[in-house]
T-cell receptor, first 111, second 112 residues
Framework: LAKTTQPISMDSYEGQEVNITCSHN???????ITWYQQFPSQGPRFIIQGYKTKVTNEVASLFIPADRKSSTLSLPRVSLSDTAVYYCLVGGNNAGNMLTFGGGTRLMVKP | DGGITQSPKYLFRKEGQNVTLSCEQNLNHDAMYWYRQDPGQGLRLIYY???????QKGDIAEGYSVSREKKESFPLTVTSAQKNPTAFYLC???????????FGQGTRLTVV
């Protein structure tokens, strides 16, 4: 999997939009970008996946520039329940990948 | 109700004893994974298996062993050779989209 770099932590307030950026300078042509969310004492949960441009679902948006060397997870109007660790993974989307997680970004949403 | 189940949720063992953590999935997924998570840290890969009767070491396999005799099951044994076994253990599975995995709720192992 391509090496990724994320901020260790971020703070925000309820109702704000939060953008978490992940750098992946050595992303390969066939690599996808995937984000997970983890609450304390729970397993990570898949949030969103993309290859290029923009992907949006009911939870978040993922913005990927043309060079694909970075990506931004956007959480609209966060609430206290969005306080969690967010992980960015980059790699080929074939079956049986060795999924490797980095340290993630610890998001704290304040009232 | 499809999903991935880990049991037990909490486990206590005496130092020097082997202990086996259970992971079962009914998602018909080929690939399964075991991770260890220490407080405030990210997930570290212990073992993973792409198909039945085959598995590969991850980054921290020493002191652990696994088996994959059935597609649905991927038990992890924490042996007495693991020097610091107290941790939160997570099991996951994935199918044809390799980066999209589903996780169990985890087993918190405490060795005293």
């Amino acid at each position: 999997l391509a090496k990724t770099t994320q901020p260790i932590s971020m703070d925000s307030y309820e109702g704000q939009e939060v953008n978490i950026t992940c750098s992946h300078n050595n992303i390969a042509t066939n690599d996808y970008i995937t984000w997970y969310q983890q609450f304390p004492s729970q397993g990570p949960r898949f949030i969103i996946q993309g290859y290029k441009t923009k992907v949006t679902n009911e939870v978040a948006s993922l913005f990927i520039p043309a060079d694909r060397k970075s990506s931004t997870l956007s959480l609209p109007r966060v609430s206290l329940s969005d306080t969690a660790v967010y992980y960015c993974l980059v790699g080929g989307n074939n079956a049986g990948n060795m999924l490797t997680f980095g340290g993630g970004t610890r998001l704290m949403v304040k009232p | 109700d499809g999903g991935i189940t880990q049991s037990p949720k909490y486990l206590f063992r005496k130092e020097g004893q082997n202990v086996t953590l259970s992971c079962e999935q009914n998602l018909n997924h080929d690939a399964m994974y075991w991770y260890r998570q220490d407080p405030g840290q990210g997930l570290r890969l212990i073992y993973y298996s792409q198909i039945v009767n085959d598995f590969q070491k991850g980054d921290i396999a020493e002191g652990y062993s696994v088996s994959r005799e059935k597609k649905e099951s991927f038990p992890l044994t924490v042996t007495s050779a693991q020097k610091n076994p107290t941790a939160f253990y997570l099991c996951a599975s994935s199918m044809d989209r390799g980066l999209v995995a589903f996780f169990g709720q985890g087993t918190r192992l405490t060795v005293v």
